[in-house]
């Protein structure tokens, strides 16, 4: 289907016909998500009583966004709503097709037009605390996150200072962990006899 075809479609859908019939149906086929196109093929298959029409009904569903629309244009004689070309604040043509019902566009002008016209007090803004004084909750907040919970030091964390070469960490580490898991004390003692010595080098 051509272009300019679709576009006159759109703007006139009165004028779906058996000739339209299979040029939306390979629009539908070749852009599937293409939206305005299901719901012009779906509206002429309608108009027709065509016996695909439920068949197609069926896979466009899910596809488009809002099925209300698209009730109430397969069952009205009007334009569906957004697939005429609608202009934006400025009275430009807005090349997107939208779903949006044609008069609540300028719902939206009336509003940006009311506010401009309505005179406003400046903005008073609270004065922001200096950067350089931080709360006192603030530094308790960050001493507290720079020290290791206990239950957090694991095996696996202090083999990973001791690679970072952070040796009295990675000893820290171990001792607490010869408290929480005695059962492993003398693998643990004989890591930190390890880490010693590599400190000592």
Known sequence: M???LFYK???NPSKLSRDTLEGLKKLTEDFPQFHAAWMLYLKNLKDLNHPEFDEALKKAAPILPDRKHLYRFLHSKIEP????????IAGNPVSEYTLEK??????????IDKFLSTTHSPLKLNKPLPESQPLAAE???????LT?????????LANIYTRQKKYD????????????YPEKNSYFATRIEEIEKLKNI
Request: aromatic share 2%; with cysteine.
């Open 139 to 145: 530094n308790e907040i960050i001493a507290k996150s």
């Open 81 to 88: 709503p957004g697939l005429r070309q609608d202009r934006n």
């Open 2 to 4: 051509e272009k300019e």
């Open 9 to 11: 479609l759109s703007q």
């Open 148 to 156: 290791e919970d206990e239950d957090l030091v694991t095996e696996t």
């Open 169 to 180: 960490k990675a000893l820290e580490a171990f001792k607490k962990l010869c408290l929480k």
């Open 102 to 111: 044609p008069d609540d566009a300028h719902t939206g002008d009336n509003l």
